[in-house]
């Protein structure tokens, strides 16, 4: 159960971005252990990765004018495709 920044040897898994804001953004996705969530750094050209065991930990986490941005996936239902389903890939 991680409730923090995802540690590799001692030291925050960071990625380099290419845009550059001035509030969080924060993309996530589900993954076996909760969420995963890259974290730009205000002002710079970096991510942090965090790991939490559910979505709202990494609410709590977030600042409150943070954009939060979901990977939602499409189609992964073992049973005929949703209507929303259907209508995203319309969309998209």
């Known amino acids: 159960r991680t409730t923090g920044?995802?540690?590799s040897r001692g030291a925050?898994?960071?990625?380099s971005v290419g845009l550059l804001t001035t509030t969080?953004?924060?993309?996530?996705?589900?993954c076996r252990s909760g969420w995963v969530?890259?974290?730009?750094?205000?002002g710079s050209h970096h991510a942090d990765i965090h790991v939490f065991a559910g979505f709202g930990a990494l609410l709590a986490h977030a600042s409150r004018d943070a954009i939060v941005a979901v990977d939602i996936p499409?189609?992964?239902?073992?049973?005929?495709?949703?209507?929303?389903d259907r209508a995203a890939r319309r969309f998209l």
């Open 5 to 7: 920044p995802l540690r």
């Open 12 to 15: 925050a898994l960071r990625l």
């Open 24 to 30: 969080q953004l924060w993309g996530v996705d589900g």
């Open 37 to 42: 969530a890259a974290v730009q750094i205000p």
């Open 74 to 84: 499409i189609g992964l239902s073992d049973a005929a495709p949703r209507a929303a």
